[in-house]
């Protein structure tokens, strides 16, 4: 047997043993190999019926009535928690609703809010995804805080008595690189701040454990390892111990005590909802609650587990089929390091992905020199690892 065939018998053996494969009929897909559910989850199944319904009868015929008869209107906290199992959070701590951008403007605005007087300085993960250090930049400016980019691992020694809040992305976007959640949280708070965490990167695809590590503010988008579809909204978790005292930057009608008493002033309504601003938007939401119905009975252990092994079997595979010095993995080796996605250094990355997927392997690159493989386990096998990189080597030698 070549090592080819031994690559691909391997991988057919930890496909056949994977309790997780079955997930994958509950996804349209087609015969390629997706790795950019990073960017974009596949669909599940359970999605455009659930659409239909929603379009058709829910508005089509009850319209008005669907507020309160069909759940739109409590839509945001009930699908707040059914995502909270997947972070690690007790009900009634997220609510959905607005972009992951808007999301990380109330939630830095709100911590450094909570921190109270006397604390000027906002710290923020220097490799950030670029949204988020453009909202903390103008966050700092209105609070008249200043703000200090610096690396995840400097963040435990550099917040102090001045810190009041720190922003930090849970995986890089660009390297995979998975931070210590747990270490900078336990810092952060020593130190009298706040932490707010970005979970863009983390959430279904591994395990979080918001409540279990004392996060303080959380967001994550939900049309990347959740499936939600482009553009779903996205979620905001403020820890229980701090929803009585947090004051959101964008207090709408939605996050009023008593909404439909249209008064004048603002008065906050208790728990997640006070993190609510406008109309939530009802066909996307409603489209990212059916999705979530694929975690059913899914360990996130196993997902983790999962995630881990075919990240290592791609990297091993590009080894063996991608010649020496073309491309240089920026993910680290170690597990505790490392989130769901592989990222290799390659010239050209551009051209190289747009052959990837002339070829049915779909992942993505990101400027200037990084092509990003996601490993997204419910759907991703170890078939379609070694495929993958068969094709980057193929596509490589020319
Ligand atoms: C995907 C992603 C975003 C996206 O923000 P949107 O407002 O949803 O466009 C933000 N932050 C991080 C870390 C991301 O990975």
Same mark, same amino acid.
């Given at each position: 047997?070549?090592?080819?065939?031994?690559?691909?018998?391997?991988?057919?053996?930890?496909?056949?043993?994977?309790?997780?494969?079955?997930?994958?009929?509950?996804?349209?897909?087609?015969?390629?190999?997706?790795?950019?559910?990073?960017?974009? /989850?596949?669909?599940?199944?359970?999605?455009?019926?659930?659409?239909?319904?929603?379009?058709?009868?829910?508005?089509?015929?009850?319209?008005?009535?669907?507020?309160?008869?069909?759940?739109?209107?409590?839509?945001?906290?009930?699908?707040?928690?059914?995502?909270?199992?997947?972070?690690?959070?007790?009900?009634?701590?997220?609510?959905?609703?607005?972009?992951?951008?808007?999301?990380?403007?109330?939630?830095?605005?709100?911590?450094?809010?909570?921190?109270?007087?006397?604390?000027?300085?906002?710290?923020?993960?220097?490799?950030?995804?670029?949204?988020?250090?453009?909202?903390?930049?103008?966050?700092?400016?209105? !609070?008249?805080?200043?703000?200090?980019?610096?690396?995840?691992?400097?963040?435990?020694?550099?917040? /102090?008595?001045?810190?009041?809040?720190?922003?930090?992305?849970?995986?890089?976007?660009?390297?995979?690189?998975?931070?210590?959640?747990?270490?900078?949280?336990?810092?952060?708070?020593?130190?009298?701040?706040?932490?707010?965490?970005?979970?863009?990167?983390?959430?279904?695809?591994?395990?979080?454990?918001?409540?279990?590590?004392?996060?303080?503010?959380?967001?994550?988008?939900?049309?990347?390892?959740?499936?939600?579809?482009?553009?779903?909204?996205?979620?905001?978790?403020?820890?229980?111990?701090?929803?009585?005292?947090?004051?959101?930057?964008?207090?709408?009608?939605?996050?009023?005590?008593?909404?439909?008493?249209?008064?004048?002033?603002?008065?906050?309504?208790?728990?997640?909802?006070?993190?609510?601003?406008?109309?939530?938007?009802?066909?996307?939401?409603?489209?990212?609650?059916?999705?979530?119905?694929?975690?059913?009975?899914?360990?996130?252990?196993?997902?983790?587990?999962?995630?881990?092994?075919?990240?290592?079997?791609?990297?091993?595979?590009?080894?063996?089929?991608?010649?020496?010095?073309?491309?240089?993995?920026?993910?680290?080796?170690?597990?505790?390091?490392?989130?769901?996605?592989?990222?290799?250094?390659?010239?050209?990355?551009? !051209?190289?992905?747009?052959?990837?997927?002339?070829?049915?392997?779909?992942?993505?690159?990101?400027?200037?020199?990084?092509?990003?493989? /996601?490993?997204?386990?419910?759907?991703?096998?170890?078939?379609?690892?070694?495929?993958?990189?068969?094709?980057?080597?193929?596509?490589?030698?020319?």
């Amino acid at each position: 047997m070549s090592d080819t065939e031994s690559l691909q018998s391997r991988a057919a053996a930890l496909d056949a043993a994977d309790e997780l494969g079955k997930l994958r009929e509950q996804f349209v897909l087609d015969d390629g190999v997706y790795l950019d559910g990073n960017s974009l /989850g596949a669909l599940p199944r359970a999605v455009p019926g659930r659409l239909a319904d929603v379009v058709e009868r829910e508005w089509g015929q009850r319209r008005i009535c669907s507020w309160d008869e069909a759940g739109w209107w409590t839509a945001p906290e009930r699908t707040g928690d059914l995502i909270a199992p997947l972070v690690g959070a007790a009900a009634g701590q997220i609510v959905v609703g607005d972009s992951t951008s808007v999301n990380v403007f109330k939630a830095v605005v709100g911590a450094v809010r909570l921190a109270g007087d006397g604390r000027d300085e906002i710290l923020v993960d220097e490799s950030t995804f670029p949204t988020d250090g453009y909202i903390a930049e103008s966050a700092a400016r209105m !609070t008249g805080c200043t703000l200090r980019p610096l690396a995840p691992a400097d963040i435990p020694g550099a917040a /102090g008595p001045r810190t009041a809040a720190v922003l930090v992305n849970h995986v890089d976007y660009r390297t995979g690189r998975l931070h210590d959640l747990p270490g900078i949280t336990a810092a952060v708070r020593a130190a009298g701040a706040l932490v707010v965490w970005d979970l863009c990167h983390s959430a279904g695809a591994l395990p979080v454990g918001l409540d279990e590590h004392g996060v303080d503010l959380a967001i994550g988008c939900t049309y990347k390892y959740l499936n939600g579809g482009p553009g779903s909204p996205a979620y905001l978790y403020v820890a229980a111990r701090h929803q009585g005292a947090f004051d959101s930057p964008l207090p709408g009608w939605n996050s009023h005590a008593e909404p439909f008493g249209m008064r004048p002033g603002f008065e906050p309504a208790d728990g997640a909802a006070r993190g609510r601003v406008g109309t939530p938007d009802i066909l996307s939401m409603l489209a990212l609650e059916a999705a979530l119905g694929v975690w059913g009975g899914v360990s996130l252990a196993a997902v983790r587990e999962k995630s881990l092994a075919l990240t290592d079997f791609f990297l091993e595979c590009v080894r063996h089929h991608v010649p020496d010095g073309h491309v240089e993995s920026v993910t680290p080796a170690a597990h505790a390091e490392r989130g769901s996605q592989v990222a290799l250094r390659c010239a050209d990355a551009a !051209t190289v992905m747009d052959a990837l997927i002339a070829r049915g392997v779909v992942g993505d690159y990101r400027a200037p020199d990084i092509l990003r493989f /996601g490993f997204t386990p419910l759907y991703v096998g170890f078939a379609d690892a070694e495929r993958a990189a068969r094709v980057l080597g193929e596509v490589i030698r020319g």
